[in-house]
């Protein structure tokens, strides 16, 4: 991740009024890279009912409701140009959770394909590093224009992610 830009910001809207609820979020882009390829993690607020990725079912049940969440070509909307995603992988590496996913938005009948399309490769753990459960998710996104220039350096980093250790 040598010279790639870094940026960091907390957002706090839509999330409630305490400052236990704010998200930290930092990115990193890579030189040269298409508008939305990037590297980001980010530190959430989790109800205390959930104390472990398995809070959320298997790998594979997690990895659906991510994909769940993006796609909307479905029912009243799937002859409407929304977006839409698919599900690659999922696995688990001890309570970490991956998900790799694909989505595709902007349907251009000029291109007769879409103009915007994204691979994610996703980690996520919930620990505790103090008063309050936090997930934490680091999110490799990158536009398939760049996927042979960056997404095996963004999979080596989202690979490596090493979740603080909970305090209780």
Same mark, same amino acid.
């Given at each position: $991740? @040598?010279?790639?830009?870094?940026?960091?910001?907390?957002?706090?809207?839509?999330?409630?009024?305490?400052?236990? %609820?704010?998200?930290?979020?930092?990115?990193?882009?890579?030189?040269?890279?298409?508008?939305?390829? !990037?590297?980001?993690?980010?530190?959430?607020?989790?109800?205390?009912?959930?104390?472990? $990725?398995?809070?959320?079912?298997?790998?594979?049940?997690?990895?659906? @409701?991510?994909?769940?969440?993006?796609?909307?070509? /479905?029912?009243?909307?799937?002859?409407?140009?929304?977006?839409?995603? &698919?599900?690659?992988?999922?696995?688990?590496?001890?309570?970490?959770? /991956?998900?790799?996913?694909?989505? /595709?938005?902007? %349907?251009?009948?000029?291109?007769?394909? %879409?103009?915007?399309?994204?691979?994610?490769?996703?980690?996520?753990?919930? &620990? !505790?590093?103090?008063?309050? !459960?936090? $997930?934490?998710?680091?999110?490799?996104?990158?536009?398939?224009?760049?996927?042979? @220039? %960056?997404?095996?350096? $963004?999979?080596?980093?989202?690979?490596?992610?090493?979740?603080?250790?909970? @305090?209780?």
């Amino acid at each position: $991740m @040598k010279n790639w830009a870094v940026g960091k910001t907390e957002l706090t809207q839509g999330l409630g009024t305490s400052a236990s %609820y704010s998200r930290k979020v930092v990115g990193f882009v890579p030189p040269n890279a298409e508008a939305k390829t !990037n590297v980001n993690v980010v530190v959430s607020p989790v109800a205390p009912d959930f104390k472990n $990725m398995g809070s959320f079912g298997s790998p594979e049940s997690f990895g659906i @409701k991510l994909v769940n969440l993006v796609d909307r070509k /479905f029912g009243k909307n799937a002859k409407k140009n929304v977006a839409t995603a &698919r599900l690659i992988d999922t696995y688990n590496v001890g309570d970490v959770f /991956f998900a790799e996913y694909e989505t /595709f938005e902007d %349907y251009s009948e000029e291109l007769g394909d %879409y103009a915007t399309k994204l691979r994610f490769f996703v980690a996520n753990a919930i &620990r !505790n590093p103090g008063m309050y !459960n936090r $997930m934490f998710s680091v999110t490799g996104v990158c536009d398939m224009k760049d996927l042979d @220039k %960056y997404y095996s350096s $963004m999979t080596e980093v989202v690979k490596s992610f090493a979740p603080p250790k909970s @305090k209780i």
